[in-house]
């Protein structure tokens, strides 16, 4: 899996409750990405068989709203991504910080 920033941020924001199951405007929202840039890392994780998606069950009717597709990461994702955002840690030069801003705790954004 080539790790991007998109990708560090989606990985981040799923791995931040593994067995939460998020949807696209939920997780636009947790990493700042727009439509544009997240469906794309979603496809790509869900086809490295990190990510497993869903349709919610519901009548759109009843509901009001159109039924949301869920994601969330499989047991070989979890472990996959704590692992590839490690690495990403790793290999990053102290003081630099190539996603922008500052960091109070000093983690990374992801």
Same mark, same amino acid.
């Not at 009717?61 to 969330?72: I, S």
């Given at each position: 899996?080539? +790790?991007?920033?998109?990708?560090?941020?989606?990985? @981040?924001?799923?791995?931040?409750? /593994? &067995?939460? !199951?998020?949807? *696209?405007? &939920?997780? +636009?929202? %947790?990493?700042?990405?727009?439509?544009?840039?997240?469906? /794309?890392? %979603?496809?790509?994780? !869900?086809?490295?068989?990190?990510?497993?998606? &869903?349709?919610?069950?519901?009548? /759109?009717? @009843?509901? *009001?709203?159109?039924?949301?597709?869920?994601?969330?990461? $499989? @047991?070989? *994702?979890?472990? !996959?991504?704590? !692992?590839?955002?490690?690495?990403?840690? @790793?290999?990053?030069?102290?003081?630099?910080?190539?996603? *922008?801003? $500052?960091?109070?705790?000093?983690?990374?954004?992801?």
């Amino acid at each position: 899996m080539r +790790m991007t920033i998109p990708v560090a941020k989606v990985l @981040a924001a799923l791995l931040a409750e /593994p &067995d939460e !199951q998020r949807y *696209g405007l &939920d997780l +636009m929202r %947790l990493t700042g990405l727009p439509s544009g840039t997240l469906y /794309p890392v %979603l496809h790509r994780l !869900q086809g490295a068989g990190w990510l497993a998606a &869903d349709w919610e069950a519901i009548d /759109p009717v @009843a509901a *009001g709203r159109p039924a949301r597709r869920y994601y969330r990461l $499989t @047991a070989e *994702g979890v472990a !996959q991504a704590r !692992q590839a955002l490690a690495d990403l840690r @790793a290999a990053i030069p102290d003081g630099r910080r190539p996603w *922008g801003g $500052t960091e109070p705790t000093g983690a990374p954004a992801w």
